[in-house]
T-cell receptor, first 112, second 114 residues
Framework: GQSLEQPSEVTAVEGAIVQINCTYQTSGFYGLSWYQQHDGGAPTFLSY????GLEETGRFSSFLSRSDSYGYLLLQELQMKDSASYFC?????????????FGKGTRLLVKP | DSGVTQTPKHLITATGQRVTLRCSPRSGDLSVYWYQQSLDQGLQFLIQYYNGEERAKGNILERFSAQQFPDLHSELNLSSLELGDSALYFC?????????????FGPGTRLTVL
């Protein structure tokens, strides 16, 4: 069956770099997305990788290796406001058409 | 503000009851997605509509149903409610069908079943 694995929790200090990994097992892979969600808030889109390689958007970068079924989100120059949950997600093709599968999320705690 | 609106913000009801959650997508978006988020299950995809038609189905219970109207707003109907249905329900929208590069999420409806 389909699954996404990501660490449940990561802690880092302000100004540091942190990498959140995501491994997936799905059928009909259509790309890996990352979302950020602050406590009590809605998920917000961060990045999307359809092809292998690194995508950079400001302090955030996302990487995909389709051959390894693996991706990561890299957050640089961490700020306190980056404390949030981060979800990786894939679109998968199944018996009832396609579906969206989200990982259980990684809670990032940024300390001063 | 994503531009997606959801009402009500909070809903408290009893087991066995039926409720309707409403979502208005961003202007111009034809696709609407519904998700359920609970503490132990994470974010679960329920169903997707595109321009009024159902296009994808996830882990949606038979007690739940949804529709998208000609003005593109969508409603999620939850019936015979159980305690386990208590969760945050998100609606998201995107421009294209089956978009996975960016979905815009509404603020959510927190449902509490007592």
């Amino acid at each position: 069956g389909q699954s996404l694995e990501q660490p449940s929790e990561v802690t880092a200090v302000e100004g540091a770099i942190v990498q959140i990994n995501c491994t997936y097992q799905t059928s009909g892979f259509y790309g890996l997305s990352w979302y950020q969600q602050h406590d009590g808030g809605a998920p917000t889109f961060l990045s999307y990788n359809a092809l292998d390689g690194l995508e950079e958007t400001g302090r955030f970068s996302s990487f995909l290796s389709r051959s390894d079924s693996y991706g990561y989100l890299l957050l640089q120059e961490l700020q306190m406001k980056d404390s949030a949950s981060y979800f990786c997600a894939v679109r998968e093709v199944g018996g009832q058409g396609f579906s969206f599968i989200f990982g259980k999320g990684t809670r990032l705690l940024v300390k001063p | 503000d994503s531009g997606v609106t959801q009402t009500p913000k909070h809903l408290i009801t009893a087991t066995g009851q039926r409720v309707t959650l409403r979502c208005s997508p961003r202007s111009g978006d034809l696709s609407v997605y519904w998700y359920q988020q609970s503490l132990d299950q994470g974010l679960q995809f329920l169903i997707q509509y595109y321009n009024g038609e159902e296009r994808a189905k996830g882990n949606i219970l038979e007690r739940f149903s949804a529709q998208q109207f000609p003005d593109l707003h969508s409603e999620l109907n939850l019936s015979s409610l159980e305690l386990g249905d208590s969760a945050l329900y998100f609606c998201a929208s995107s421009v294209v069908q089956g978009s996975h590069n960016e979905q815009f999420f509404g603020p959510g409806t927190r449902l509490t079943v007592l």
